[in-house]
């Protein structure tokens, strides 16, 4: 066996090892195709306010320039699906939302990972990132073979649908690669498009940024929601899954191993009222590890606001 067989082999039981459902494998290139589709989504104007999406171009669609050396992009991928759905007077919270906030609990896997790499294999550089670095993670994937990206945008795979978060491990050594995902499964379905509140979900697999619930439900900082949006959201109060609930593909969904992402019960069970009745004081304490917190005390408020929750039952 040679050397990067091994080294293969080792890095995928790492993955298992520290709790990743899914690992694969891809050299580092530029990304032509995904530059041109990334340009265009931001001459549309589909990242809204959300700045971030503007910078970093290149860094964006070439890894070899945000880590000096890189020859390989290791893609990760952990289930966060819930074992239990919030009762039917709470507003509505997305499920990746439920648990402890997903960077601090792969940040510490990625960690991990890089030591045991440096432990067992010799001295490799690298960096791990989960969402909030200049990088393309879907792409990632689907050229790691993990799966599609299905028409809602999303990375879908056959065994488990998409309620997974994607992680890379961008390091200087060379490793076997997987070949890419070659297939689509959307096939002639259009679910997520038709039931997409907002109508966020266009033709080919893009999704205008700027018109997601998610984007206005968290991204959206010391605004005010667009009038034209009332009455759309469908009762969610912190991001949105109806495009990944409508999706024959989450049929085979199946509860996360990973106990961090174990549902906090207020999320659960608080109702509007204990939500309207919570102080700042306490969202800091009982959301101090949580997702929530990038909207914020005043963002969760904006949003019951405009859901029209504010000491009201739904729909009222
Ligand atoms: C900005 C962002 C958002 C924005 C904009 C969404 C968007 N579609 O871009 C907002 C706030 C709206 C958002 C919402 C959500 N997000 Co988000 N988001 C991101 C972030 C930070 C960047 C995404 C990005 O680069 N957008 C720019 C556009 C142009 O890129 P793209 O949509 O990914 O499309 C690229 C590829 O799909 C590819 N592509 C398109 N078609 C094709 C076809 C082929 C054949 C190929 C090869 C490639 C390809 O080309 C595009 C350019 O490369 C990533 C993390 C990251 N660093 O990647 C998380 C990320 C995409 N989000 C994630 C999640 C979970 C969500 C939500 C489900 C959260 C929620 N429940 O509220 C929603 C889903 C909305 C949706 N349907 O997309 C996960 C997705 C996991 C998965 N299984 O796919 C990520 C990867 C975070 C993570 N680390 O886990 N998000
Ligand atoms: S997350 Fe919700 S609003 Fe955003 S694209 Fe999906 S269905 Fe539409
Ligand atoms: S709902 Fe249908 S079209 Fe949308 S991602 Fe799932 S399979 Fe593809």
Redesign the pocket.
Same mark, same amino acid.
């Given at each position: 066996m040679s050397n990067t067989t091994y080294y293969t082999q080792q890095v995928k039981t790492f993955a298992r090892n520290l709790g990743f459902d899914y690992c694969g494998i891809a050299r580092v290139q530029k990304?032509d195709? &995904?530059?041109?589709?990334?340009e265009?989504?931001?001459n549309k104007g589909? /990242?809204?306010a @959300?700045q971030? @999406?503007e910078n970093h171009f290149e860094m964006? +669609?070439d890894p070899s320039k945000l880590v000096p050396g890189a020859k390989s992009v290791i893609t990760l @991928?952990i289930n966060y699906f819930p074992a239990k759905e919030q009762s039917e007077q709470a507003p509505k919270v %997305?499920?990746? #939302?439920y648990g402890k906030d997903?960077h601090e609990v792969?940040r510490k896997k990625m960690n991990l990972f890089l030591s045991l790499i440096n432990e067992h294999i010799g001295e490799v550089h690298g960096r791990g990132? +989960?969402?909030?670095? *200049?990088?393309?993670?879907? %792409?990632w #994937? /689907?050229?790691s073979g993990l799966? $599609?990206? !299905?028409k809602? !945008?999303?990375?879908?795979t056959k065994q488990q649908g998409?309620?997974?978060?994607? #992680?890379t491990l961008i390091v200087d050594m060379e490793l076997e690669y997987d070949d *890419?995902f070659a297939k689509?499964y959307c096939g002639s379905c259009r679910k =997520?498009i038709d039931a997409?509140p907002t109508d #966020?979900?266009l033709e080919?697999? +893009? +999704?205008?940024? %700027?018109r997601?619930? %998610?984007?206005f439900?968290?991204?959206l900082k010391d605004m005010l929601i667009p009038l034209e949006m009332e009455g759309k959201f469908d009762d $969610?109060m912190?991001? =949105? &899954?109806t =495009? /990944?609930d409508v999706c024959p593909w989450n049929r085979f969904a199946n509860a996360a191993n990973e106990q961090e992402f174990t549902p906090i019960a207020e999320i659960l069970n608080f109702t509007s009222d204990d939500w309207n009745a919570m102080t700042e004081d306490s969202f800091k304490k009982i959301f101090r590890h949580s997702p929530l917190k990038r909207a914020k005390f005043e963002g969760i408020q904006r949003n019951l606001k405009f859901l029209k929750h504010n000491g009201k039952a739904p729909g009222e």
């Open positions: 990304l195709d &995904d530059a041109r589709r990334l265009n989504w931001l589909y /990242q809204g @959300m971030y @999406m964006r +669609v @991928m %997305s499920k990746y #939302a997903y792969i990132f +989960v969402d909030s670095a *200049p990088v393309l993670e879907r %792409s #994937a /689907q050229r799966g $599609w990206i !299905g809602n !945008g999303n990375l879908l998409s309620f997974f978060f994607i #992680a *890419p689509d =997520c997409c #966020a979900i080919n697999k +893009v +999704v205008d940024g %700027s997601c619930i %998610s984007y439900t968290i991204e $969610w912190f991001g =949105c &899954d =495009c /990944q």
